[in-house]
């Protein structure tokens, strides 16, 4: 769910373990391959809460690649989630066999209902959906193909590899619920983890905001809206008010506050179903978003103290005025990571060693990576070539995907420095 990041480039030299360089022998995956899997994937429907096409798919290329039955898992998100589920996300582990710290490859299966009836087409350098009225769904199903290509290819191939655990969660775009809620007990306790979301391949996500959603309800009163308007409170103009408040004092959109920054938006509206009637209940959904705590708050503060003030003020020939109730909750805190974070920095040399330049990122929208880190998984996400998400221009970088794939397959196999590690006995 990449929305909007800010670039923090740094060199990033290809450094030397064990005494051995970087650029030594590494496996290198299947590219066609790779391609092939990711129009498959992008052309199965599965929008949050109906992902239960999609997992069965992954489950079964696993299976076929040669993945133990016993070793597959599915979470129970659909218990914890508000929109239930067809499906929990899916889980492979897998014994190392070299010695080293457990590894975690995850990428959300989930797509926005824009990309429902996704046909891809390859056009040059660029996947697109032929039909011009659907977005492509490489959010994130190029996340999926690359975290796939690896477990399959170590399968298949029986590549040396640590310890490793691959995620495939659900419900990622309506509020990182597969992140939030799967039990950590079954992710085998790993110590790096990896992430595939948006943005090209030298992208890494190291820090992202935190946001609050609001539910809000005015109510006012009813009234016949030509024959008797001033009895009524009209809850649409409490809506207006408030909102024409917050967006004339900078608190509605891009804020900037003595140096302290967040957003805000008034998302969705309902209300009314006749032009004849003084609208007596509205229903808000709205969302504030700030990688400062206790800024986020105080434009959540703020937000509700508009929407009362609008309610007082509003008032029919009677004095009678309307009344607010809102309803908020933390969707997921914001996180950064450590500079010498060993997941981020293993995650550059991945894409170092493939001959790209990696760079560290900050982003305004919200990740699986927010849940698991503040769940106690330090997460870094890597991008995989997705481009213009949630829009009917969406599309895939076929070269960025390729080197992602490549990436994912030495983060996996533990190789981003050159061939290295103890083989278990």
């Known amino acids: 769910m990449l929305i909007q990041s800010i670039p923090k480039r740094r060199r990033t030299a290809k450094p030397e373990l064990n005494g051995h360089p970087a650029g030594a022998a590494v496996p290198e995956p299947d590219l066609d391959a790779a391609f092939d ?7 199965i429907p599965g929008r949050s809460g109906e992902e239960g096409i999609i997992v069965e798919f992954i489950r079964r290329r696993l299976l076929a690649a040669g993945a133990p039955t016993a070793s597959l898992t599915l979470d129970e998100t659909p218990k914890h989630s508000p929109l239930s589920g067809s499906t929990g996300g899916l889980i492979l582990q897998l014994p190392g066999t070299r010695r080293g710290p457990r590894r975690l490859l995850m990428a959300h299966v989930d797509t926005v209902p824009l990309c429902v009836g996704s046909r891809p087409v390859r056009k040059g350098k660029f996947v697109r959906s032929a039909d011009k009225a659907t977005g492509l ?33 659900v419900q990622e775009e309506v509020g990182l619920y597969g992140a939030r809620h799967v039990g950590l007990n079954l992710l085998g306790k790993p110590k790096l983890a990896f992430n595939w979301d948006g943005g090209d ?49 900078g608190w509605h959109g891009d804020i900037n506050k003595n140096g302290r920054h967040g957003t805000s938006n008034i998302g969705v509206i309902h209300g009314g179903e006749a032009t004849n009637v003084v609208t007596d209940r509205v229903e808000i959904r709205a969302e ?52 010498d974070e060993p997941c981020v920095l293993a995650a550059e040399a991945a894409v170092a060693s493939i001959g790209r330049q990696p760079y560290r990122a900050i982003t305004n929208g919200g990740l699986d990576a927010n849940w698991l880190t503040a769940r106690g998984i330090p ?30 397959l030495r983060l996996a196999t533990a190789t981003e420095h050159g061939e290295r590690g103890t083989l278990v006995p």
């Not at 899997?37 to 052309?43: D, G, K, S, T, Y």
Request: aromatic share 6%.
């Open 288 to 339: 504030a978003r700030s990688h400062e705590p206790k800024f986020r708050r105080e434009v959540l503060q703020t937000i509700e103290r508009a929407f009362a003030k609008a309610a007082r003020e509003v008032r029919n020939v009677e004095g009678r005025c309307g009344k607010v109730t809102i309803a908020s909750r933390l969707d997921y805190e914001s996180f950064q990571l450590t500079d």
């Open 379 to 408: 997460t870094v996400t890597l991008g995989c070539g997705q481009m213009f998400p949630h829009t009917v221009r969406e599309q895939l970088d076929i070269d960025s995907f390729h080197s992602a794939c490549r990436v994912g």
């Open 37 to 43: 899997l990711v129009m498959e994937l992008m052309a």
């Open 201 to 249: 391949a030298d992208k890494l996500t190291i820090g992202a905001t935190g946001a609050f959603r609001l539910q809000i309800t005015i109510e006012g009163l009813a009234s016949h809206a030509g024959g008797a308007p001033e009895y009524g409170v009209s809850a649409i103009a409490i809506a207006g008010r408030a909102i024409a408040h917050l967006d004339e004092h």
């Open 137 to 169: 769904g490489a959010d994130d199903r190029a996340g999926a193909a690359v975290v796939l290509t690896a477990a399959t290819e170590i399968l298949r191939r029986g590549l040396p590899h640590p310890p490793l655990t691959f995620f495939w969660p």
